[in-house]
Nanobody, 115 residues
């Protein structure tokens, strides 16, 4: 059974930083594409960043230059470092892995950026 557990969310002032973690069990993340999505109240869930098994990354235009996705193979964890946070980054952030086991989501972690 695949489990993804996000952590690291919280309340931060605009301009601040947070690092979110996505720890996995039941799956080896480095063999799959892992993505971070976010969903603000009343809005759709949008892709923020993704990292492939080969280490290639892509980002939403709104976070390019501010967010960095990375992977620690030894810890089977994917991170997203979020710098220069803005109030519009406020959302629940979800980790996603689409693998041969299916499309797996974490429970989400709340990020709130105050102005």
């Amino acid at each position: 059974q695949v489990q993804l557990v996000e952590s690291g969310g919280g309340l931060v002032q605009a301009g601040g930083s947070l690092r979110l973690s996505c720890a996995a069990s039941g799956i080896i993340l480095r063999f799959n594409t892992v993505a971070w999505y976010r969903q603000a109240p009343g809005k759709a869930r949008d892709l923020v960043a993704a990292i492939t098994s080969g280490g290639s990354t892509n980002y939403a235009d709104s976070v390019k230059g501010r967010f960095t996705i990375s992977r620690d193979n030894a810890k089977n964890t994917v991170y997203i470092q979020m710098n220069s946070l803005k109030p519009e980054d406020t959302a629940v952030y979800y980790c996603n892995c689409n693998s041969r086991f299916g499309n797996s989501w974490g429970q989400g972690t709340q990020v709130t950026v105050s102005s």
